[in-house]
DNA sequence: CGTATGATCAAACGATCGTTTAAATCGCTA
DNA sequence: TAGCGATTTAAACGATCGTTTGATCATACG
């Protein structure tokens, strides 16, 4: 039974950083067992096929993201006196979160790499599991800032979760002074995200600006 | 002679939509070779190899986006009363009028790729192409951006490629109204990109504002 | 202890991959 | 029209792919 999980597991940390640096077509079944340090046949074995192992990679961290997202929308959603700020702070310090820990820079990279292909086994895992969170995101983005009609306002959540994907993924040049701790420097970078993200989604409008 | 350039023709015409829906590992010579109806062989023959067909469909659009944007910042690099949005026109409109070419928003969503893509000799293949041009924009846009610094400026540069590369892939894209013509809508879309490019590159600063 | 059960293993399966080969065919000039 | 280089063709190459198989190992329970 341990001994199981721990193939499991080392199946899917393999997978996580080899489909991100060669992608899922480019990504050998041989070459990741054989990194993982398990035999071949442990990927049908455990996972049914490729296919279905794939699925469980994204899904592991896309669940992850989404319960970090709507724990942290809770705290500000419908309040009266919630800013632009705050709520782009629940949309992307979960994400940024999940691009520090162990593999989660593969995880962002393979994302924006789905992204990018437009890869149909991630745009129908996005939308049949996922949807309703963007959806509340939509709903509070709509409220705070209402002089945009609906179809701008998801044109610029596209345009926003695009440069957050492919920033997250790693492509950036930004990296951390010697004087700066690494904390610090994750919460310089989730205020520059927030600030950026903030003056695309709400630019040309009369929205309230952040004292910051 | 010409029969030649037909079917090379009609090998890059066709690998650069499979390309795209596919991706390159995803696409294979025989369903390359089958859809633009010539023979399995002519790939080797006229390219050499795959990956040197995979470099060729890429060069092309790429000579051809960076010699208009190019041509475009020519009109208003270094004038005194240059606009930010001037420059940022002569960045998108490029791209743009390149998404709506026959196979160009096939091309976006390669390079949208090739952003998210680890694989060094296509960032080589990339830089080799970008580098000088994206060294001139950043040098207009630190010119009319001075409160950024350096780290700054190529920050945002870089969420602002981003999020425009992506939206040209066409991922999400706004669509067009009935009752506005296919002219009208591009002049639109060039214009909200701008705007939202605008908003990102130069918020938190004292930048001038356009006139809208 | 014997044996069921789940996990791992080496080996092989057929399919498909990119590439090569050699003959057939085309376009053109002498 | 004969000849020749350029191009196209069908067929095959070896390599590698995802998947399956049946034997072997480890462990827990009667």
Redesign the pocket.
């Known amino acids: ?8 597991d080392r199946i899917l940390r393999a997978a996580e950083e080899l489909f991100a640096r060669r992608g ?2 480019g ?7 054989s990194a993982a ?17 794939i699925e469980k990679v994204l899904r592991r961290r896309l669940d992850q993201l989404n319960t970090q997202r709507m724990a942290a929308l809770d705290h500000v959603e419908g309040r009266p006196d919630t800013t632009l700020e705050q709520v782009l702070d629940a949309y992307i310090r979960p994400a940024l979160e999940i691009s520090y820990d162990v593999g989660g820079e593969c995880f962002m990279r393979m994302l924006a790499r789905a992204f990018a292909e437009r890869d149909e086994r991630l745009r129908e895992l996005l939308s049949q599991n996922y949807g309703h969170v963007m959806r509340r995101f939509a709903a509070e983005f709509a409220r705070l800032l209402p002089h945009l009609d609906k179809v701008e306002l998801y044109w610029r959540m596209d345009l926003v979760t695009g440069a957050l994907t492919l920033a997250m993924s790693g492509f950036g040049m930004i990296q951390r002074a010697d004087n700066v701790s690494e904390q610090a420097h994750h919460e310089q970078t989730t205020q520059h995200l927030i600030r950026f993200a903030a003056a695309g989604l709400g630019q040309g409008g009369l929205a309230r600006h952040t004292r910051q």
Chains 1, 2 share one sequence.
């Open positions: 039974m341990t001994t199981t999980v721990a193939t499991k899922f077509d990504s050998s079944l041989r070459e990741l067992t340090g398990v035999n071949l046949a442990a990927v049908s074995y455990h996972f049914g096929c490729k296919e279905k192992l």
